[in-house]
Each structure stands twice: as structure tokens, then as C-alpha cells.
């Protein structure tokens, strides 16, 4: 029968590539993989290498779910792992997609030990980053010790491991170990490299309080920036200038957007970055009160948000556009523009965009703090419901978007126990660990100072928030 000859079926699976008919190509995989042979790895193994050279990602994810199935039922479980690994590395390129892929990929983490020293190494690098990026980093500093240890062969990649860990050291806030990392960091001469350091070096000035010294070192490096970090060392520069209320250097950054836009981003990290740029430069728009401006630079960034699948990110610019109180200036004239900018931008996740007005007069912002926008923690310390920051006495202090959303998840709930894995799902939609609870609360809470009370772990789990008298 033509069927149980593999050399046939191969031949006849090279054609009906061409046609790239899913169902027509799987199934005559299928009758491949069946083939009756002496040694079914051999033959799995053969087949496997072939899919390698397919070009079109959506034909090689369907051949490689074959080989699971098939490896899964026969126990090869080299292969199981391997179509896994590979399953993974297709997936992850769907930017849109970025916070599932990871929980589905952490499935391979199961099968390492059938994996090369190679693939262990590849495996946990991937994993590693994906973790920094969705800001897992307990996890992402844990699968890139293991990426070390496994061993990687190429250079950038293991470069980009220790930099990874280097970062993910400093938003633990383990500042000395992050150091050390940068150190290490160091000894490759790449050409990212130097530019990284001197990134890196100016965050943990300003950890210190040293703004000026950060922003020194990041200016003198500026016009020699390569295309790699060119947009980090503006935006950097942005976000401390707006700390100093430095508004004329903001303007002078600003007009290096030109070379900015024609860099070309690849990775979901870039273009969050680049993200990060419109929305740093909606807050300067807002500030010198150019507002139609602002809000166009805030929808900008909420649709960069979205092609990375970041929606807290992104609903945090509308949260902005929805408590600026210029809005309400534009609110006849600038209607169509707000509604012509969705259209352009293709922003789903807002669907009526005259939801900015309706609740415009309700979300006022003040800078000095309406009262009706203020809820009193107790000790002298108020939350703003409508903007990200926390008053104490007469100092305000920035709560990140995370730190927001809890504290808001706390008061909304007072007075009832809510778990860790309730605040992963509400906060992190499932993708992060209970480390990274941990670290949540404990910057929340340094950050309400005296009120950090109103926080209370229980012994049985889970924490309560109680208002201060």
C-alpha cells in the first residue's frame, strides 16, 4: 500500500505543500507518522527536521501539533518536548497574544530534561524574558539563572540573559544585585552594550536621588546613541525632566522624534517602549497645555499598548484622557478628532469613544486634590480615585498602574479578605506569581508611609484592607 511507504509519502507531502492546504498537509502527515517502521523516533525525527525548513509559520504550527499528538501517544518524548518548545517559539510571536503564549509555554517546562543542552538553554532565555516583559520578575529572574546554568552558546543571548537578570534584580528593588549582574554585563563587547550600562547606571543614580548625576551621564551619551537604545535614553531623559520639571528639555528631545519613527521595532519590548514615548510625551503636552495634542499622543500610546498585548498599560492612558480636566475645553470641538484618532489607531477595547465625555464633569482632575476625588486613608493620607498618586500630609507620592488597581481593588473590598490568586487574576489576568504579590504590596504600603497599616496580611492567608481612625 502506497500508504505505509514513507519515502512516497514524503514525496507526496513535498507537493501538497505547495498547495498549503492545512487539512490536506496534516493529514498526510499523519499517514507519514503512521508509516509501520522499525524505530518510530527515527521516523518522527526525519519528519521533524523536515518542518524546520518550512518557511510559513502557520504550516509549521499545525505539523508541530501533529508531532505532540502523535509523541504524546507513543511516549517519544524527545519529540514531545521538542514540538512543544517549538509550538512555543511560533506562538510568542503573536505580539497580541503575549500574556496566554507565556502560560501555555510554560507547559514545556515540564518535559526539559528531554531537551538539549541547547534547546534547555534557548527554552529557559525565552521564557526568561517573556516573564521581564509581562513584569513576572521573580519568575523571569528564576528561568534565566536556569538559562545560565543550562548553557548558552551564542553570545548576544547570553549577554541579554545577564541584562535581563540584571533588570529584573532592580525592579526587586535588590539593588546590589543588579549591580553585580551589570558588571558582568559589562565584560561583552557588544555594540548595545556600552549605551545599556550607561542606561542602567543612570536608573540606579536616580534610585539614590542623584537626578542630576543620572541625567548627566544619559545627556553625554545621547548623540552617540546607536539605534538600539536611542529611544530608551530619550525616554528616560523624558521621565526625569518631567520629575525636575524640566519642560524646555522636553521640548529639545522631542524634536529627535524624526529619527526615532524611522528605527524600525521588532520586539514587543521596543515597541512598548516606543509606546511609552507617546504617552511620556502626552504628559508634556498637557503640562505647556497644548491639549489636543496630549490626547492625540495618549491615544497613540494606548494603541501601541494594545499591539503588545499590555491592556493595563493602555487602559491607564485612558484613564488619563478621562480625568484631564482640558477635555472638557475640547469637548464640542474635539470630538471628531477623538473619534477619528480611534478610527486610525483601530483601538477596540474603548467601543463608544463619547464615553470620555459623559463622565468628564464627574472625573475632574485636580492638582490640588477635589474632594469628591480623595478618599482619606487615615494618618494623613488621601488616595486620588481619578489619577495615580497618593497624598501624605504635603508630600504626593506616584503609584504605579499595578499599585492603582490594587489599592482601588483594597478599598472597593474593605473589610473582606482577598487571596493572592484573586489579585493575580484581577490584576495580573492569571499571569504571575505569588512572589510577585508579595512585592506589590510591600511597595503599595512603603508608599502610604504611615498608612500601610490599612494593609493587614492574615495568618491564613490573603490580606484585609481596613481604614485607619
Request: hydrophobic share 35%; net charge neutral; glycine share 6%.
Amino acid at each position: 500500500m502506497i500508504e505505509d511507504k514513507a519515502d512516497v509519502l514524503f514525496a507526496i507531502f513535498n507537493e501538497v505543500l505547495q498547495e498549503e492546504s492545512l487539512p490536506l498537509i496534516t493529514k498526510v502527515a499523519m499517514k507519514i507518522l503512521q508509516t509501520p517502521v522499525e524505530n518510530s523516533q527515527e521516523l518522527v525525527e526525519k519528519f521533524y527536521e523536515r518542518i524546520v525548513a518550512i518557511e510559513k509559520p502557520s504550516i509549521r504550527l499545525a505539523l508541530y501539533q501533529v508531532i505532540i499528538d502523535y509523541s504524546r501517544e507513543h511516549g517519544i518524548m524527545p519529540y514531545l518536548a521538542k514540538g512543544l518548545l517549538q509550538t512555543y517559539l511560533i506562538e510568542r510571536e503573536d505580539f497580541t497574544k503575549l500574556r496566554s503564549t507565556y502560560t501555555s509555554g510554560k507547559g514545556v517546562l515540564s518535559y526539559d530534561e528531554f531537551l538539549t543542552t541547547e534547546e534547555r538553554g534557548v527554552m529557559y532565555y525565552k521564557l526568561g524574558v517573556h516573564a521581564y516583559y509581562l513584569s513576572l520578575f521573580e519568575e523571569g529572574l528564576d528561568l534565566c539563572k536556569k538559562a545560565l546554568i543550562a548553557g548558552i552558546a551564542e553570545t548576544r543571548m547570553h549577554a541579554n540573559t545577564i541584562y535581563c537578570i540584571c533588570n529584573c534584580y532592580y525592579h526587586l528593588e535588590n539593588y546590589i544585585q543588579a549591580k553585580e549582574y551589570l558588571e558582568q554585563y559589562k565584560e561583552f563587547s557588544l555594540s548595545e552594550v556600552k549605551d545599556n550600562i550607561k542606561l542602567t547606571e543612570s536608573r540606579l543614580h536616580s534610585v539614590n536621588g542623584s537626578h542630576y548625576r543620572a541625567v548627566s551621564l544619559l545627556q553625554d551619551s545621547l548623540p552617540y546613541c546607536g539605534n538600539f537604545t536611542l529611544l530608551h535614553v530619550v525616554n528616560r531623559l523624558i521621565t526625569l525632566y518631567l520629575q525636575m520639571k524640566n519642560l524646555s528639555a522636553i521640548r529639545e528631545l522631542i524634536q529627535l522624534e524624526g529619527k526615532l519613527l524611522t528605527i524600525p521595532y521588532v520586539t514587543p519590548f521596543k515597541k512598548a517602549r516606543l509606546a511609552q514615548y507617546f504617552k511620556l510625551k502626552g504628559e508634556y503636552y498637557i503640562l505647556t497645555e497644548r491639549v489636543e495634542e496630549g490626547l492625540k499622543s495618549f491615544l497613540e500610546a494606548a494603541a501601541g499598548y494594545a499591539k503588545v498585548d499590555l491592556p493595563s498599560k493602555e487602559s491607564e492612558c485612558f484613564r488619563i484622557i478621562r480625568g484631564t480636566e482640558a477635555i472638557n475645553r475640547l469637548r464640542d470641538q474635539s470630538s471628531t478628532f477623538l473619534k477619528d484618532s480611534f478610527t486610525i489607531n483601530l483601538i477596540s477595547p474603548l467601543k463608544n469613544v463619547n464615553a470620555l465625555f459623559e463622565n468628564s464633569n464627574q472625573h475632574q482632575v485636580s492638582l490640588n486634590g477635589h474632594s469628591e476625588d480623595l478618599i482619606h486613608l487615615g494618618n494623613g493620607t488621601y488616595f486620588h480615585t481619578r489619577e495615580l498618586w497618593v497624598q501624605l500630609e504635603d508630600t504626593k507620592k506616584n503609584l504605579s498602574n499595578r499599585e492603582y488597581e490594587l489599592l482601588n481593588l483594597f478599598i472597593k473590598n474593605e473589610g473582606e479578605i482577598i487571596t493572592k490568586k484573586q489579585i493575580i487574576s484581577l490584576i495580573w489576568n492569571d499571569t504571575a506569581d505569588e512572589g510577585s504579590v508579595s512585592v506589590l504590596i510591600t511597595r503599595l504600603r512603603k508608599k502610604l508611609g504611615k498608612a500601610a497599616k490599612t494593609i493587614q496580611g492574615r495568618k491564613q492567608g490573603g490580606y484585609i484592607f481596613k481604614k485607619s481612625e
